[in-house]
């Protein structure tokens, strides 16, 4: 008989004591409750065989519950003679006493040696109040990152220093300057950039924030550097803590090369007082499949929000990096929506970004969404500003309701940016369908 | 862009304010948030054209929520070009003041104009305390039936009668002795017989309490007999007061053709202190199919006990109506798994019962079963107390522990049984791996 403390219903359990993960698995089984339980055993008190050393006490305690097993298709008189591989959605839940508040042991309770048997995804994550309470998320969040910068009613212009990797520093503060001072918002270094010799996190904090000042100065739009200090743990701390002396005002991580625990621990750190901008690179390795890891709802969402992330660059539904339309949006809803405590952080579905995006971009995900572009600036036809003035037009067009063909027969810049990057949408079914 | 009220994490929710659904969608959609936002409106506040009585205030009290969507698989950078029907799996939270305490609203909320359209099936229901708290569940229940019977550390045995409609109150009371004398716990009419002319209810209860209390009296044994007082819910209602004003000890009830409502109603009515056994018949209009519908743990399992059933009949994995094994068990621990204060409602895995299958039910439920047997008793070799005598010579070697094979060398009614309908198992993989 399967143990019935294990198997208790969903309303049966105070949802505040358990750390709950949504699981896919799909597998040849033909005794699914069998294998969910030996699951539900595996990751809390039990191991393959029965152990005398696990009491009943122990089991009340600390085993996971599983909470529902469902069959996709939902089998209900016998399973079709042609079905293999069968295909299953189930819960657990995992006593929070187990875990305490820490993401790294949430992991290993919620996928730790399960990642490796099978077709299994977690699918979901339901973290109770008393695990998140520990965590403070981004600093910032949307209406920090607003603040700091006068930026009201319009998406967040975000650009990236191309090419990617080789400049020097100098050039980079002078690419900044032209960049923050035509109209960006935030220029973030390119993800392959961390601390190369020619061309150092100490050095471009102090070239990048010059022309910060500067732009200040002429132009009065306030700017940040997005300073990449991805490196090893101990490094990376000593790196952060001294950019941020030598007055950098904003630092980005690669997240899934570091971990979530690297992004917490420095968010949280009351020297850290600038935004953190997160780079998906490496995420794919967690998200990618459809049958294995973690799907990117808690991976580029959830996980990176409680973590601390203020801006979270991600693949979109355009461009270079494909990514399935609706998955990109559930991601922008898992930073946005209300979280406990845990401020909103920015989405920022990019790659590929351009101006003939922009009506779409605003219809998806309103005006808390980052416009992050790299060649949709950069391989502007009249160059770098004009490329950061496209996109501008292409944000007022689409608040003034104007197609974006009609507004660019006045605006040089859209028109050159659309003749050569197109307009998305057109002769595309979705923005009929909306 | 999807409307923020609608779509939240299950976390950001007060689970006692929503009554929760899981479903199963198969559809060609390009856009599934699109269509869970439009299922999450139709089945609130909203329908197919915006409403300009739809205020903020009544989107903010009474909006179905979005909790989770998840594709199966969950493709991430692409769908695959093969899959025209896209599978997905989806929460929705019905704030409980739509509903107030009542199931036939809450089957509304949750599957009500959606039932018909396209393949949706709902997976489970996730019930708030303050929904349940109006129901009493089973006045009885697991503890309560072993307290009227005095049968303890063992299955309960049910038997119906055979053949199912045509014979008279009299033959049938004359059948009840034997069943009960020899060893049957509760006698049950069949579901065809309810109230034909040739054998009423009024001539069965008073046949059958007859034969009831012979029993009592020549063997000490307590029976129950449960009549079948399915009828047109206000004759229903009538039909059950005066059997149990009669002195009927128990009820049956076709509950899938007059509905939980009808059950609840019965089951809350002080004046029918009888525990009530429901049948199954026409449950299968509601679970049979794989992507329609409502999941069989839901009709066969949480709603029937919240609604009042002390014993629940339903398919098994064995026999002559088909049920995933899987899904057998899941009925069995939604009916007896802690729930509120509901109650702990018997299981009754039926149909095709012999007492070669005797050792696998209990090594699947535990004792805390039904063992329902019709044919299994009556068409045995050696005749219907045999029959019965078989059943609990099964049940006996499960409990010693010894084969039925070899208990069976000294018990000639064993013997005969399993000569006729074999041992479950026996070149099965089934017991293997348990």
Redesign the interface.
């Known amino acids: 008989?399967?143990d019935?403390k294990i198997?208790?219903?969903?309303?049966?359990i105070n949802?505040d004591d358990y750390v709950i993960g949504?699981y896919?698995l799909?597998c040849e089984t033909?005794?699914?409750?069998?294998k969910v339980e030996a699951i539900a055993l595996e990751q809390s008190t039990g191991t393959w065989v029965e152990l005398p050393g696990e009491t009943e006490e122990i089991r009340d305690r600390s085993v996971a519950r599983v909470l529902?097993?469902?069959?996709?298709?939902?089998?209900?008189?016998?399973?079709p003679k042609d079905v293999k591989e069968r295909?299953f959605?189930f819960f657990i839940g995992f006593p929070a006493v187990n875990i305490n508040q820490q993401i790294p042991q949430a992991l290993t309770a919620l996928y730790g040696n399960i990642s490796m048997s099978g077709k299994l995804?977690l699918?979901?994550v339901?973290?109770?109040?008393s695990f998140?309470k520990r965590y403070k998320g981004p600093k910032f969040g949307v209406e920090g990152i607003r603040k700091l910068l006068d930026v009201n009613g319009r998406p967040l212009l975000v650009a990236m220093f191309k090419p990617c990797i080789g400049m020097d520093a100098k050039s980079l503060g002078k690419m900044l300057f032209d960049l923050g001072s035509s109209g960006v918002d935030v220029i973030k270094d390119d993800e392959l950039l961390a601390d190369p010799n020619f061309c150092t996190v100490e050095d471009r904090v102090e070239e990048c924030m010059k022309a910060v000042a500067k732009i200040k100065k002429e132009t009065g739009r306030k700017v940040l550097y997005s300073v990449n200090i991805t490196d090893e743990f101990d490094k990376m701390f000593k790196k952060a803590k001294a950019a941020v002396k030598a007055g950098a005002n904003c630092l980005m991580v690669n997240v899934y090369t570091v971990s979530f625990s690297a992004l917490s621990v420095l968010a949280e750190d009351p020297e850290i007082n600038v935004p953190i901008l997160a780079h998906p690179d490496f995420a794919?390795a967690f998200?990618?499949?459809?049958?294995y890891g973690v799907?990117?709802n808690v991976i580029l969402g959830?996980l990176v929000r409680v973590s601390g992330a203020d801006m979270v660059i991600y693949p979109s539904y355009f461009g270079k990096v494909?990514?399935?339309?609706?998955?990109v949006?559930?991601i922008a809803?898992?930073l946005?929506?209300?979280?406990?405590h845990i401020k909103r952080a920015w989405p920022g579905p990019s790659a590929g970004m351009h101006a003939g995006l922009v009506p779409q971009i605003i219809?998806?995900?309103?005006n808390d969404v980052i416009i992050g572009a790299g060649g949709g600036i950069h391989a502007h036809p009249m160059g770098l500003k004009a490329g950061v003035k496209a996109f501008h037009q292409a944000i007022e067009a689409t608040h003034k309701k104007i197609p974006l063909r009609e507004y660019a027969k006045t605006k040089k810049e859209l028109q050159a940016a659309i003749d050569r990057f197109g307009v998305y949408g057109e002769g595309d079914?979705?923005t009929l369908?909306?």
């Open positions: 008989m399967l019935p198997f208790v219903d969903f309303e049966s949802t949504l896919l799909e033909t005794d699914i409750l069998k529902g097993v469902y069959e996709i298709p939902h089998y209900e008189d016998a399973i295909k959605v995804k699918l979901d339901i973290l109770p109040k998140v794919g998200f990618g499949s459809p049958n799907a990117s959830k494909p990514m399935v339309k609706e998955r949006i559930r809803q898992e946005t929506s209300p979280y406990y219809t998806d995900f309103g079914n979705y369908t909306k």
